[in-house]
């Protein structure tokens, strides 16, 4: 065995705090090390070159570089080595650079740490095996779980690059949160119209197959090779047959609060969610119809011309073959009814941000008009409370929700240019307008418009008469306020849907403190889980902006469609291999792998069954949680195998 | 109290069945107060079976020595029941061994014994140390055991004799059985292992002291892992040549090394049957470093090993609220 050692200086990076020279002078005394040398930049093209030379010339089979950390160039290093036709997992970078110069002062000790580190690497290289990069074939089609604005976009986005791609969404239509908005800011334009020409396109698209009411069970399979289940729940109605004459709503004797509408106005048990829902059909809630099970009622299948009606529906299993998922299951407001002082559910006048966007929207229950849901009179003065449930670690969410200052002066500008007399205050901690025109659509809010604001908290509401007595603190004047008000808009925090937590258990992504799903990297791989070829679009990784969902959404359509325009991936060699002798299939591996890569399986030992862990490789992320768990070392972690990490830790151990 | 005469009705029905192929208890022994596993393969062989508050070994160590030998082609493994006779102990030793899957609940019968608690061999070793025939032991109602030696009856007190980590013991009943003899003990609450709650008190240089005397004493017999119902590695880490995690030296270092990987290998997985401990020929303390942990794992994670065959293993779970404040 012929063992490389090549020293970088990183410029003045790591030669200022270790004594590079010594370094090398000291590595050519470890075992196996038959070159050992020093270089300015070993990652620039002449580093390369130096490398490349001395693998031709001196017959070198291990290379191993001090520099910066791997993360930064293993890629550069392997592809050396593959260039000169070794194995790229007989490379072993050490970090002298951010774990020693960088972190230290003294030059002595520094030189010391880098040495011992240097030799747990040499030796941990003379352990180090050629290891295999296996194949995987891919299925060329996406699956997308969630038909707001990101699902949408991200569908889209993969059916344009020619993908098959399937939509699935739990509820009658698509649209999501973004349906039910009036306006959007900071442009003011009205939602639903940008909004429906891309539900249409969702409809048309020759490449996309939309599931609407439908629900994913299950999901097995790995990067490329995803294999899914998909409930479909029954309509009640047949999409093919219904020509949405309306004439089973009449007739329909059941009356329901209606979803859409935040509860404001009235639907019947046959309806369609919005005259805009994508599909475009009625659907028959069963919860309460009459003439599901048992069949009392059947007005709506009398009346219907085209026989569309079909109470025998039954929910079925639709079972896709994909590549690559995106899910966008979004989010959900926070219960408010939670803050008791704020009277939610209480008091009737207290209303939430999303209900306060039907009562203003033209076509929501009073149609445009905005009249507080008591009395229905045209309320004068209205507070707005900002971070309703947000930024408040003790009982509720601890973290802002974004959205909620911009929706918050939304509203108030809104209201102001309805009621020309009335009178819009909003109660703030701090007013965040991080966003392109965000700062200028609040302070044409806050001097066009006259909105007021007064920064502090509210601290409780009560009904007083037919008013509403608000009581706060005004933290720039230390002084109490007490005001009357008509009506009083919560600008309710956001939280992961219901859906984002069942979906993260279902495919096991890594979820935060808050419940939204966990990026890869926060920063550098924002769309991207910890599961390859699962991707993440929208507010199911923690608030956004309809601009934010939307950038989100193509981001993680175009990263998906980076597997899917594969026709073969590699995965990575550095994968956990079982000894089958040694392993006495407890499945404390397979419960700590986080990327569900293990699995138990029989083999047939002479004749008995005999229970193992079997790795499957594509999945594998080589994080060695498993080898870690095996409580009698049957799993070893391929390129860090337990001998080599002992070597490791012996050297450093070394006086 | 467990009558014999029943005991060996339930194992002679048990074993006449046509789905098992053998069960397990206790017989007497030959010399003091031993006693021997017995194997009844028929219902004669059920005859030498008994109870009594000698029978401290736990029995869920053999039916993962059962030997697989090769099959010839064609031919077919025999799936048949092994019984078992269980303690509280034991039951929950089985229990923790299906929980990591090495067993499945129908490869075993349970015939459950509600135990009083057993006698420490080494204690009693200690009172009679020339008794070389074998003696049976019976306890009263008034918590003493009585025993008759060359026609002259002993009355011991019952805290005397008894092991341990029967003082602490919370489950004297099987938690999980197939069959039952005689009527269940009544819980009670057990003390507190006082052994751990004093060596808690002691600074970290006199506990260190304190294991560094007994650790040095081991000879690296390995008895307490071959007594245990729950070191059942088909190659044990100890054994592992490539890489070697121990030498094979035996010098304090090395015998650290094995009793502390012992204990944290045991989290969440000890049901404090005390095998360990009674069959260590020099004496370590082993129940203190395995209830330390036991109660580690209880106060930080509300895990109690040996309960639930559904449970996930306590290393192969984790909750996102638990507990990092040991991560320092």
Same mark, same amino acid.
């Given at each position: ?199 249409? +396109?969702? !409809?048309?698209?020759?490449? $996309? @197959?939309? /599931?609407?009411? &439908?629900?994913?069970?299950? *999901?097995? =399979? ?62 028959? +809630?069963? !919860?309460?119809?009459?003439? $599901? @099970?048992? /069949?009392?009622? &059947?007005?709506?299948?009398? *009346?219907? =011309? ?82 309703? =449930? ?266 | ?328």
């Amino acid at each position: 065995m012929k063992i490389g050692v090549y020293v970088c200086e990183c410029g003045s990076n790591i030669a200022s705090t270790v004594d590079v020279e010594d370094l090398v002078e000291q590595a050519k005394e470890f075992p196996y090390v038959e070159v050992s040398r020093v270089y300015k930049y070993v990652c620039s093209d002449p580093g390369q070159v130096l490398i490349k030379q001395d693998i031709e010339e001196k017959q070198l089979d291990r290379i191993v570089v001090a520099a910066c950390s791997p993360r930064m160039h293993e890629p550069t290093f392997r592809a050396v080595l593959e260039d000169m036709g070794l194995n790229p997992y007989v490379l072993e970078i050490v970090n002298i650079r951010e774990q020693v110069s960088w972190v230290h002062d003294d030059k002595s000790k520094g030189t010391a740490k880098a040495a011992s580190l240097l030799k747990g690497a040499v030796l941990r290289a003379s352990l180090m095996h050629p290891l295999e990069r296996k194949k995987v074939g891919v299925t060329h089609n996406a699956l997308v779980i969630g038909g707001g604005i990101a699902g949408i976009q991200a569908s889209l986005d993969l059916a344009d690059m020619g993908f098959d791609t399937t939509l699935v969404e739990k509820s009658a239509t698509i649209g999501g949160k973004m349906s039910q908005l009036d306006k959007t800011f900071p442009t003011l334009d009205c939602s639903q119209c940008i909004l429906s020409p891309k539900m249409v +396109d969702v !409809n048309r698209h020759p490449n $996309i @197959d939309l /599931l609407a009411l &439908s629900e994913v069970v299950e *999901v097995d =399979g790995y990067v490329g090779n995803f294999k899914v289940k998909i409930k479909k729940n029954p309509s009640y109605v047949l999409a093919d047959k219904c020509t949405l004459c309306d004439d089973c709503v009449p007739v329909c004797p059941v009356i329901e609060h209606d979803e859409y509408n935040q509860g404001f106005s009235p639907r019947r048990a046959i309806y369609i969610p919005y005259p805009q829902a994508v599909p475009a059909s009625y659907l028959i +809630d069963p !919860n309460s119809c009459l003439g $599901i @099970d048992p /069949l009392i009622c &059947s007005k709506c299948k009398d *009346v219907c =011309g085209p026989e569309a009606i079909d109470f025998d529906m039954k929910p079925e299993i639709i079972e896709k073959e994909v590549g690559a998922i995106i899910v966008a299951t979004g989010y959900e407001p926070y219960p408010i009814e939670n803050i008791g002082e704020y009277g939610y559910g209480t008091i009737p006048d207290v209303i939430s941000g999303l209900d306060f966007e039907r009562i203003v929207s033209a076509s929501g229950p009073t149609d445009g008009t905005i009249r507080r849901p008591s009395d229905g009179k045209i309320p004068k003065t209205v507070v707005f409370v900002h971070c309703a =449930g947000s930024r408040d670690p003790s009982k509720h969410l601890p973290y802002c929700s974004k959205v909620c200052c911009m929706y918050a002066t939304k509203h108030a500008l809104q209201y102001k240019h309805l009621v020309h007399d009335g009178t819009a205050i909003n109660f703030f901690i701090d007013i965040r307008t991080a966003g392109k025109d965000y700062e200028e659509f609040y302070q044409r809010a806050a001097e066009e418009d006259q909105v007021i604001y007064i920064r502090g908290k509210v601290s409780e509401v009560f009904q007083d008469g037919d008013k509403i007595l608000v009581k706060g603190a005004d933290t720039l004047t230390g002084e109490t306020v007490e005001l009357h008000a008509d009506l009083v808009v919560l600008a309710t925090g956001l939280m992961p849907s219901a859906g984002t937590k069942e979906i993260a258990s279902l495919l096991n992504l890594s979820v935060g403190m808050n419940g939204f799903i966990r990026e890869a990297h926060p920063k550098l791989k924002p769309v991207d889980t910890a599961i390859s070829g699962v991707f993440v679009a929208g507010t199911a990784t923690g608030p956004k902006d309809i601009p934010d969902a939307v950038s989100s959404a193509s981001g993680a359509a175009s990263r998906a469609a980076g597997i899917l325009a594969q026709d073969e991936l590699e995965i990575e060699g550095t994968v956990a291999q079982v000894d089958e002798d040694l392993c006495r299939g407890c499945g404390l591996c397979a419960e700590a792998c986080p990327y569900s890569a293990i699995e138990i399986n029989a083999i047939n030992k002479y004749g008995h069954a005999l229970r193992v862990a079997f790795v499957n490789e594509a999945l594998c992320k080589g994080c060695g949680s498993c080898a870690a768990a095996c409580l009698n070392g049957a799993i070893n972690q391929l390129g860090y195998t337990d001998s080599q990490i002992l070597a490791l830790i012996g050297a450093l151990g070394e006086e | 109290m467990v009558e014999n005469k029943e005991l060996i009705k339930v194992v002679e029905e048990t074993v006449s069945r046509d789905d098992v192929k053998y069960v397990i208890g206790y017989k007497r022994g030959t010399y003091g107060f031993q006693i021997k596993p017995a194997f009844a393969y028929s219902a004669e062989d059920a005859k030498e079976f008994f109870y009594s508050p000698l029978c401290s070994k736990n029995l869920a160590t053999y039916p993962l020595l059962e030997e697989k030998l090769p099959l010839r082609r064609g031919e077919e493994a025999e799936h048949k029941k092994i019984g078992i006779v269980v303690k509280g102990c034991d039951s929950r030793a089985i229990i923790q061994i299906i929980q990591e899957k090495g067993l499945e609940k129908e490869d075993v019968v349970l015939i459950g014994i509600p135990c009083k608690g057993v006698i420490d061999p080494k204690k009693i070793a200690k009172r009679f140390p020339k008794q070389s025939k074998f003696v049976d032991v019976e306890e009263n109602n008034n918590d003493e055991y009585i025993l008759e030696i060359g026609g002259t009856s002993h009355k011991i007190p019952k805290d005397e004799l008894l092991s341990d980590v029967c003082k602490s013991c919370e489950y004297p009943n099987p938690p999980l059985y197939d069959i039952l003899i005689g009527e269940a003990e009544e819980e009670f609450q057990p003390e507190h292992f006082n052994r751990v709650d004093e060596l808690e008190e002691k600074t970290i240089e006199k506990r260190w002291e304190y294991w560094e005397k007994h650790f040095q004493n081991c000879i690296r017999c390995y008895a307490c892992r071959e007594a245990c119902p729950l070191c059942y590695c088909k190659t044990c880490m100890a054994d592992l040549l490539e890489p070697q995690w121990i030498r094979r030296s035996v010098n304090l270092s090395e015998n650290t090394a094995w009793n502390v990987m012992r204990a944290f290998h045991l989290a969440g997985r000890c049901i404090s049957c005390g095998e360990c401990e009674r069959s260590c020929p020099v004496n370590i303390p082993l129940m203190e470093l395995n209830k330390f942990v036991e109660k580690e794992v209880k106060e930080m994670f509300d895990y109690t090993a040996g309960l639930d065959t559904e449970e996930k293993p306590f290393l192969g779970s984790f909750r996102p609220d638990d507990p990092e404040d040991f991560i320092s």
